[in-house]
Nanobody
């Protein structure tokens, strides 16, 4: 099992930045690939970024160049640095543990999920 707790969300103006954190416990964090997803209002949940156990990253086109995913295995924590935020980034952001490797962008590859943290970007 793995428990995941997101933090760092909030209200920010367009063009601003936020850093989300995902604290993991209950399992060996460093062994697992991890990912960030988001659920915008009125839309389906969508993939944001993923990172393998050795630090290889992958991003959705919509956030590439603006968001950076990283991890600190010593702290059992994953991060999502979000810069140049736009209103379309408004969503509940979730972190998840990846246990299957069919598609990093599919939620079916992930098993444990956090409770989510709200990010709201005002125009």
């Amino acid at each position: 099992q793995m428990q995941l707790v997101e933090s760092g969300g909030g209200l920010v103006q367009a063009g601003g930045s936020l850093r989300l954190s995902c604290a993991a416990s209950g399992s060996t964090f460093s062994r697992y690939s991890m990912g960030w997803f988001r659920h915008p209002p009125g839309k389906e949940r969508e993939f944001v970024a993923s990172i393998t156990s050795n630090g290889t990253t992958y991003y959705a086109d919509s956030v590439k160049g603006r968001f950076t995913i990283s991890r600190d295995n010593a702290k059992n924590t994953m991060y999502l640095q979000m810069n140049v935020l736009i209103p379309e980034d408004t969503a509940v952001y979730y972190c998840a543990r990846r246990v299957r490797f069919r598609s990093a962008t599919s939620s079916n590859d992930y098993d444990y999920w956090g409770q989510g943290t709200q990010v709201t970007v005002s125009s």
